[in-house]
């Protein structure tokens, strides 16, 4: 199985994520490789990084891209850092699983 930003763990998966700010416009870029060899998913917002505002933005736009609340999202790591880990609530195979599938229809 080829690396991925998704990793199934008790209680969801959590995502391995590249946050660029003050972008032009709030988007998912995509799967990209890192320097250590893992693999992360690169997004961009147009908020800034202040008070929150640009790890609202970024679950906003993750909640929208992938159909699951908000609420069943935390940045677990690197709350004021661009490398962040986003734990997402659920059961881990179906969520692994609807993740993927975006990964496929929406990043070739």
Known sequence: MSP????????GVKVALR???????DR???AA???DGS????AQVTA???????NAALLKL???AWKIPKSDM?????ATDRRKVILISGDSEDLRHRLDEWMASNHD
């Not at 991925?4 to 209680?11: R, V, W």
């Not at 946050?19 to 416009?25: D, G």
């Not at 693999?39 to 690169?42: H, Y």
């Open 19 to 25: 946050l660029t700010p003050k972008a032009s416009r």
């Open 48 to 54: 800034v990084p202040e008070d929150g505002k640009a």
């Open 62 to 64: 993750l909640s929208k």
């Open 33 to 35: 490789d890192e320097a």
């Open 74 to 78: 935390d940045i677990v790591l690197g």
């Open 28 to 30: 998912i870029v995509g």
């Open 4 to 11: 991925s930003p998704f990793t199934p763990c008790a209680g």
């Open 39 to 42: 693999v992360v998913l690169k």
